[in-house]
């Protein structure tokens, strides 16, 4: 009987590598999930993953901006490893990033949607990019370097591409990764033919911090200019439409003028002004930003969907996540770029049915960083050791927080933004954020900002001066020049 028993555990098979479906956002606030509490819109589809898998509540980016987000979770490493600390330069094809890792490890890698890294993706054995930013609707795309023009709303066609790689084009033999990566809810905000007259007749909750005069905190915040009131551009608030920003069907654009002509209409009759019509502009910014939104949680549906129909949903990660967070009216604002919280932090879900926990959350510090390692653990590849990021699979594997904090976590994060004289005029910063405090440091205006995130998640009264905190700011000055040595960040930038 003992030998029968041991026979069998000999014998048994090697479990099948598990797919990965990486799907990624442009700009979208896990304030507009409903996953994580939102008060003014419902993802039914992104909340699946939430169901079925675990919620980071406190995963992070290591610089709040566009390409250096996406290039650090591809390398695994920080802005001034990978090469693209601003959304200025060119990615480094000939890193090692986590596709090019997996595929040398027998996966097939497929990547459909934004890029934005300038330079053609590497270690893809199929990929169809948007061109820069892409519009919103009939997008030039590349496939596997020759260029297509497509007819419909984007998110929609990004998501039939992806499926029809999915379901037709693959290797069936080979597991494999396959990154959907969506030009939504990037500005300007543009919604899809299904979701034209969501919310009409709805007044959306005002963010607490809408009317935020940045009084207490230092003078970075009000020098910046991506306020709700005086930064957004008529093409933002659908008051003034280009041409070139159209590349719509006939029928498109008569359903787009159908929705917003009445609009502004009412919006012209009413003459607002003052406190009203910052009120106006970001009913009307958000509730474009959420339609947005309303296409990419039903893609997520339709992978999730397709998965299932396809046998795949059980042996599959999916991930749902973001370049970074967003700022959907909170202290005034839309954009991203700050290390406070709206920006910083941003969403991840992941669901993988027999190894995590459904509805399990966590709040164990996470950083984009770490989605290189953990991808390649998962695939049995070996992580390189240039990777600074660390493997999520004790999370991912684990019951609750404390069976990971049992064996060790990480209890700081760091941060560097350098865009100082892009737009929106933020200027550059470093920081680290503990579990309680957050701790920023302007140098072009040698300032320090201190939060003590526990009596004050807003981030409305930096500490910074307060000799009650004195200790506080010089410990995490200190795990700033620690971490600076850890990840290998000059002290100069
Ligand atoms: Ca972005």
Redo the contacts with the bound molecule.
């Keep these: 009987m003992l030998i029968l028993i041991l026979a069998s555990m000999l014998i048994t098979p090697p479990e099948e590598p598990p797919n990965i479906v990486f799907i990624m956002s442009?700009?979208h606030a896990w304030q507009a999930i409903s996953a994580y509490g939102s008060d003014r819109n419902v993802t039914p589809n992104i909340d699946r993953i939430a169901q079925d898998g675990i919620t980071f509540d406190r995963y992070y980016v290591e610089n709040s901006?566009?390409?250096p987000?996406?290039a650090a979770i591809l390398t695994g490493v920080f802005s001034e490893h990978h090469g693209v600390p601003t959304n200025r330069e060119v990615f480094d094809g000939t890193q090692e990033t986590f596709p090019v890792v997996a595929r040398a490890s027998g996966y097939q890698t497929a990547l459909v949607g934004k890029w934005?890294l300038k330079s053609e993706p590497v270690g893809f054995d199929h990929y169809e990019r948007l061109v820069g930013q892409g519009n919103y609707y009939g997008p030039r795309m590349i496939r596997n370097g020759v260029e297509v023009l497509h007819e419909g709303y984007t998110t929609d066609v990004i998501t039939d591409l992806a499926l029809e790689w999915l379901e037709t084009e693959r290797d069936e033999s080979k597991p494999f990764v396959l990154m959907v990566q969506h030009k939504a809810p990037?500005r300007e905000w543009m919604p899809g033919p299904d979701h034209l007259h969501d919310m009409e007749g709805v007044d959306l909750p005002e963010p607490p911090t809408l009317f935020d005069d940045y009084s207490g905190r230092g003078r970075a915040s009000t020098m910046q200019e991506m306020t709700i009131k005086d930064h957004l551009r008529p093409m933002d608030l659908k008051l003034a439409m280009p041409e070139w920003m159209m590349r719509m069907t006939p029928e498109e654009r008569a359903a787009w003028d159908k929705a917003y002509e009445p609009r502004n209409e009412a919006f012209r009759a009413l003459d607002l002004a003052g406190a009203d019509l910052i009120r106006w502009k970001y009913q009307r910014y958000a509730k474009d930003y959420l339609r947005c939104i309303a296409s990419v949680d039903d893609s997520v549906g339709r992978i999730l969907d397709s998965l299932e129909s396809l046998g795949l949903d059980e042996n599959t990660i999916v991930i749902y996540t973001?370049?970074?967070g967003?700022y959907l009216g909170e202290h005034g604002w839309y954009d991203?770029r700050w290390m406070y919280e709206e920006s910083f932090r941003t969403p991840f879900l992941l669901r993988w049915p027999g190894v995590v926990a459904p509805g399990r959350r966590t709040e164990l510090l996470s950083q984009n960083i770490d989605l290189a390692p953990t991808f390649l653990e998962v695939v049995g590849a070996e992580i390189p050791d240039r990777m600074q990021g660390r493997s999520l699979l004790p999370i991912l594997e684990s019951v609750d927080d404390a069976q990971v904090e049992d064996i060790g976590w990480r209890d700081a994060l760091y941060y560097r933004y350098y865009e100082s004289l892009g737009p929106h005029k933020v200027p550059k910063h470093e920081g680290v954020r503990t579990r309680r405090y957050k701790l920023m440091v302007f140098p072009e205006l040698d300032e320090v900002e201190l939060y003590d995130l526990k009596v004050d998640p807003d981030e409305l009264h930096s500490l910074a001066d307060d000799p009650g905190s004195a200790v506080v700011r010089e410990r995490l000055e200190a795990l700033l020049v620690e971490l600076r040595a850890k990840y290998d960040v000059s002290e100069d930038w």
Excluded: F, V
Aim: proline fraction near 0%; glycine fraction near 0%; hydrophobic fraction near 20%.
């Design positions: 442009d700009d901006i566009c390409a987000s996406r934005h990037h973001s370049d970074q967003w991203k």
